[in-house]
């Protein structure tokens, strides 16, 4: 019997397989993948036992990862129900569906952890909203949950209510992200700078100005009049930041991302 089994081993899967063996090793952990070429791959890499029946992985875990694309949870869900009851925990991670859709696709009550990491797990450095009621759950389960999450980085319990958001403040961000760095890293490419110490410098500078929103508790308002000297080169950047819509663009991308979140097809 495994503790943790993962069905699926897309990105975000693989990110999460990557934190948790980092933590507590290969022996708890088994995951199937419809690439059979790409799961022999991965079960070498890792050292995690691989099945490729999902209907073994439900039997054999005690929490079970649903690590697809949601519009094949309904077929998974077909292919698991009899091999899930109470006492296993499912763990969706899938944007839009909510617990109660998830229970209706089980066609039976079962206990759900709903929640949305990022693909910074790979490294250690996800951030992971998620919700449960605890009522269903034991104190021993309970740091079960929270340890599986802390293990690729860190995570904050909200109410349902709010996984949309997360979605567009954590889930679907770092890929906001990616492109402010290779748009900054661009733009000094074209005064000489070589690209690969572009990358460096503006990524480390990212990195750095999260961890001082982190671990200042400064609003990020004030971190910024921070580095605004009067009359300034930063000041002139930021203004030509707000003239082209930076504020703006942020709030519109968050607005896509909210509603696909509330309307996933």
């Known amino acids: 019997m495994y503790k943790y089994g993962f069905i699926g081993m897309g990105n ?28 022999k791959k991965k079960s070498e890499e890792t050292g995690a036992a691989c099945l490729e029946n999902n209907s073994e992985i439900a039997k054999e875990s005690k929490y079970i990862i649903l690590a697809v694309k949601p519009v094949v949870y309904e077929k998974v869900f077909r292919e698991i129900k009899n091999d899930i009851d109470y006492s296993k925990v499912i763990i969706s991670i899938a944007p839009g569906i909510s617990m109660e859709e998830l229970k209706s696709m089980a066609g039976k009550d079962i206990r759900i952890v709903r929640a949305m990491p990022n693909t910074p797990a790979m490294v250690g450095e996800g951030m992971t909203g998620v919700c449960f009621d605890e009522n269903e759950f034991s104190d021993t389960e309970i740091k079960e ?76 308002g004030k971190l910024k009049d ?25 709030f519109k991308a968050t607005e896509k991302c909210y509603r696909k979140c509330e309307h996933m097809d």
């Open 145 to 220: 949950i929270e340890g599986f999450f802390n293990s690729f980085g860190k995570m904050c319990r909200v109410e349902e209510k709010l996984m949309s958001a997360v979605t567009c403040a954590s889930g679907s961000s770092p890929a906001y992200v990616y492109m402010f760095i290779e748009a900054l890293a661009d733009s000094v490419v074209k005064y000489g700078m070589p690209r690969n110490k572009a990358y460096e410098f503006v990524a480390q500078t990212v990195l750095g100005s999260a961890k001082m929103v982190l671990e200042t508790g400064e609003h990020p």
């Open 12 to 39: 975000m899967g693989s990110a999460m397989l990557s934190g948790l063996i980092r933590k507590y090793g290969a022996k708890q952990v088994v995951f199937s993948e419809h690439d059979k070429e790409k799961m």
């Open 226 to 250: 921070n580095v605004c000297s009067p009359g300034g080169t930063t000041i002139a950047a930021v203004e030509a930041l707000e003239e082209n819509g930076l504020r703006n663009s942020l």
